[in-house]
């Protein structure tokens, strides 16, 4: 979970291929009961440990259908985002799984063509296996697979207008495309897409509340929409709040809203969020997570005046991670270092502070270097 909140938030796609009922009528979805699905919905949404093996048994169980194998691409994809790309072996069992997924969803659909919930899960695993071409910075790949995934979508809602769950991810191209973040910058000048953002902000407000489960997920998109685009944190922290009070074992959703305490200085409610979120099982699901909101917590308690606590979150951060982690021990390295120069232990501090070394972390090492001028300066 490095500092990467902001990017992180741009395009979230939590559960992307989960988002696939739009209807409450329908006893069973892609031949698969409703209520299965649902309760996906819930232990995912909860990172419920159980998640995977569910999945599993819809793959067994319903071998026709293509929803099993959509829904274990989704849960592959939102691992790797977790391990931003560093898992290797998640990486590549997810393009294998979304391989499968999107070559089971169009033989599905291509069965099926008058079913626009086919064509609808179709879509949506071609816009899965996109968002993570396009986190990898592969603009063509990615391209090809949004152009395909939002044709679909554009099709069914010209012929389904009121089948609302097509609407999140145009939402979200209407809104990120409208107010492009920098690095998303290539992929708008490839598909030509300006956007719109009263039209997607209204897709997503749409999806939440006539939508089935994409009712969740346009909560994740209207977060990052009002945080990162509009800049209105408060926006951002109402809607964040009914996320978590609907989903309370989120941890994402719970650092995101440490994040947001931290970053509009509410300290005290941060620490007490991210302390919260390292006392619970389900943190040590997320790859290095855990490790960033140590580091979080720890700054803070150097900001609240708790050095102590401080210093003993570096020491464990620099037992545990593991030394090709440049950047976090760089961090942590700081934080410990930090810690003992709060406690005034200066001679300590100054060796701790000459570990940080730019190889491993340029910001680091210059935060580094800045402390240390001045702890030269106060002695001179």
Known sequence: MRFRREQCLMLILFWGAISLIGSLCAEDFLGVPLEVVEEVMDLGYNLDPRTPNLIEQIIV????????????????????????????????????ASDLAIE????????????????????????????YYIDHRRWFSGFFRATSGLGHLKAILKEHPDFHDAKMPLGVANCFLDKTPSYLKPLAALLRFSGDMELGLQQLKESETKGFLTRYESLYYQISVQWVLLEDKEAAREILDRFIERFPRNVDALSM??????????FEEAFEGYQYILSIPEINYIGEMRDWVMLHSGNLAIQLEKPEIALEKGSVLLETVEPSDTELRAWA????????????????????????????NSKAFKASERILYEMDRDEE
């Open 61 to 96: 169980d319903y071998p026709e259908s293509p929803l099993g194998l959509c829904l274990k691409a989704a849960r592959l994809f939102r691992l790797d985002d977790y391990a931003e790309g560093s898992d290797t072996e998640i990486s590549e069992q997810f393009q294998e």
């Open 257 to 266: 809203r440490a994040d947001l305490d931290r970053k509009t200085e509410r």
């Open 104 to 131: 089971a969803a169009k033989n599905y659909y291509n069965r099926n063509p008058q079913d626009h919930e086919a064509r609808y899960a179709l879509g949506m695993c071609e816009l899965n296996l996109a968002r």
């Open 333 to 360: 390295q700081m934080l410990y270092a930090n810690a003992l120069l709060h406690l005034g232990r200066r001679g300590e501090a100054r060796v701790e502070f000459a570990k940080v070394k730019r190889r491993d």
